[in-house]
């Protein structure tokens, strides 16, 4: 595990997320996860919010009654998740080495974090971690964006920015059909001590298949596994690509 990179990068990224996508999960994200996943937890489970980001998941999760840890790779981001979720236990880990005994009765990985494991031994030790951590007959859910999303008008050649007194980022997004790796280009102006600093960052995203996916799922132990294309399934042109896996840990 010496070889794997950490997640620290993206204390870089924190205030861009939090300033682009600090939006709550609204009630339509929410019902998905109703219709997908909650409905099928005891009242007042247990839930692990792994890649939890900023953490917009975390406080709708509690005003259904959920307890709710919270796991991120970035020190910033989890600043972020605790002005919103200061009730919650947040920690500083990686989703590939985590370790938790067996405590949750349901484990979540929303915003696609998961695309960001660039190595399928990699995403095979999350998949484990989760395992061990979940409580038997638990379920875990994460999303996903395919191929389909990433090749899409969508996605690829997409061009973002942001501009404040103190603060510029520009962030380009391309695909390279090739590699199969999703690429955001991302420069950042900071203005400290009354000057100007720039750094050059790429965040890099994994197209898995879906064989592939349930295929480490399987090989982990996890049973019940599913699929749901959320573009079909909800018929939203704008979810073009995006999927949802969930899968459970069997008894015994």
Not at 68 to 78: C, F, H
Not at 135 to 143: P, Q, Y
Not at 162 to 187: A, L, S
Request: proline residues 3%.
């Amino acid at each position: 595990m010496d070889s794997i990179k950490p997640y620290s990068d993206y204390d870089v990224l924190a205030r861009i997320y939090q300033e682009r996508w600090n939006q709550i999960y609204d009630d339509q994200v929410i019902q998905i996860l109703e219709n997908l996943f909650l409905q099928h937890l005891p009242n007042q489970a247990q839930i692990l919010d792994l890649c939890c980001g900023n953490g917009n998941l975390i406080p709708p999760l509690l005003l259904k009654g959920y307890q709710v840890t919270g796991l991120d790779g970035s020190e910033a981001m989890l600043h972020y998740a605790r002005e919103k979720a200061p009730e919650s236990r947040l920690i500083l880990g990686d989703a590939r080495s985590f370790e938790f005994s067996p405590t949750f009765h349901g484990v979540i990985s929303a915003g696609n974090s998961l695309n960001h494991v660039m190595n399928f031994d990699e995403l095979k030790s999350v998949f484990n971690n989760v395992f061990v951590a979940l409580l038997d007959n638990g379920l875990f859910a994460f999303n996903l964006s395919m191929e389909e999303r990433y090749q899409s008008s969508q996605w690829n050649n997409i061009q973002r920015c942001g501009v404040n007194d103190d603060y510029i980022w520009i962030w380009q997004q391309i695909y390279d059909f090739d590699e199969k790796i999703g690429r955001r280009d991302i420069t950042v102006m900071e203005l400290k001590e009354e000057k100007w600093q720039r750094l050059d960052y790429q965040l890099l995203s994994k197209i898995y298949s879906n064989v592939d996916i349930e295929s480490g799922l399987k090989q982990i132990g996890f049973t019940d596994i599913k699929f749901y294309d959320l573009c079909r399934y909800l018929e939203l042109p704008d979810l073009l690509g995006e999927g949802v896996f969930v899968c459970r840990k069997p008894s015994g």
